[in-house]
């Protein structure tokens, strides 16, 4: 019950995230009823039942909705293929006349291609997307995703949870083990950043004695820490995902 209870407060609060932009591009004046679509590509029936619970209470709420506003939803399942996303997104959502879209990801995929898909058709036609769970790095990028609005931090903001343990346990030199993707190279571009930015005194910001990158998806580190028996620090820092 308090797992349910939780889901419906998050689906109200990205909700309510979306009415003043609804309310901006309302259609007319006066008392005269307004409807509008919410699109969300979901990843599962439970996903769906509370997506579809809250826009439903949502209309009751005349703090947020006022009088003659009706929300809709309209709700497709993500797909693991993006291709078939971004076309299910044009034939039961963009045709529908959706003002929002919010979009989860497949659990079982382990990548969030078809998230990507949904902002790239979303964003051609200027219809803002709320990611739900999406972490990748790229979708920071406004010069790509330019609609899109995330929930939860991307991955690489894990880099000032380092510094902040580096700083407390008075660590100053580190390796930094990261996957050779976007995310990865993202998180090294973050704690190089910030360690110069924040951490002034030279004598104790973490500096990086060695950096070691690796292909996503690697089983074992065996051979690249094997490399690393030289090092003089003792503190490893690894990304992976």
């Not at 990548?111 to 902002?119: G, Y």
């Not at 090294?188 to 292909?215: C, H, K, M, P, W």
Request: hydrophobic share 35%; net charge neutral; aromatic share 12%.
């Amino acid at each position: 019950m308090w797992h349910k209870l939780i889901k419906f407060y998050l689906w109200t609060l990205i909700l309510f995230t979306f009415n003043n932009y609804v309310q901006l591009q309302k259609p007319g004046s006066g008392d005269n009823p307004a409807f509008f679509n919410i699109g969300g590509v979901l990843s599962n029936t439970e996903s769906e039942k509370n997506f579809s619970e809250t826009i439903a209470t949502l209309n009751y709420v005349q703090t947020y909705v006022p009088r003659g506003t009706t929300y809709y939803d309209k709700t497709i399942r993500i797909d693991k293929n993006p291709i078939k996303t971004a076309l299910n997104v044009c034939k039961h959502l963009i045709s529908k006349r959706v003002y929002a879209v919010v979009v989860s990801h497949d659990d079982s995929s382990g990548h969030d291609l078809s998230p990507a898909a949904v902002s790239y058709t979303s964003g051609f036609y200027q219809i803002p997307v709320i990611g739900v769970s999406s972490r990748d790095a790229a979708f920071s990028d406004k010069n790509i995703h330019v609609s899109f609005l995330r929930t939860v931090p991307p991955y690489y903001h894990q880099a000032d949870v380092w510094l902040e343990m580096l700083s407390h346990f008075g660590y100053t030199k580190v390796i930094i083990i990261h996957s050779s993707d976007t995310d990865g190279r993202a998180i090294l571009g973050r704690f190089q950043t910030t360690s110069q930015t924040n951490y002034d005194d030279i004598d104790v910001r973490a500096n990086v004695e060695s950096i070691v990158e690796f292909e996503p998806k690697l089983e074992s580190f065996t051979e690249h820490l094997s490399e690393l028996r030289s090092a003089q620090s003792r503190v490893y820092l690894l990304y992976a995902k």
